[in-house]
């Protein structure tokens, strides 16, 4: 049984930073991890993504904001947010890919953890 568990939202302000955690269970470790967000009244859009390689891709409005990385002995991916911006707040989640590399297709989903950027 795979489970994705989020952590580490909050409120900050612009400029600001924090760090999302998404802790894994199950079989995970050889499967693709990213972050998705979903905003009060927009679709949901992918993040980021991290592959079993730690290849990454990101979309463009958060490249050279935000990182992902992935410690395998934990079974925990991350995503480190600096300069938020008020655009960046959301509902995040995490999902586990269907495949090994990134981009991919996604099949199970952790609960999502709220950032909210206002001053």
């Known amino acids: 049984q795979v489970q994705l568990v989020e952590s580490g939202g909050g409120l900050v302000q612009p400029g600001g930073s924090l760090r999302l955690s998404c802790a894994a269970s199950?079989?995970?470790?050889?499967?693709?991890i990213g972050w998705f967000r979903q905003a009060l009244g927009k679709e949901r859009e992918e993040v980021s993504c991290i592959s079993t390689g730690a290849r990454t891709r990101y979309r463009e409005s958060v490249k050279g904001r935000f990182t992902i990385s992935r410690d395998n002995a934990k079974n925990t991916v991350y995503l480190q947010m600096n300069s938020l911006k008020p655009e960046d707040t959301a509902v995040y989640h995490c999902?586990?890919?269907?495949?090994?590399?990134?981009?991919?297709?996604?099949?199970?989903w952790g609960q999502g953890t709220q950032v909210t950027v206002s001053s």
């Open positions: 199950g079989r995970t470790l050889g499967y693709s």
């Open positions: 999902a586990k890919g269907r495949s090994n590399v990134c981009p991919t297709l996604y099949d199970y």
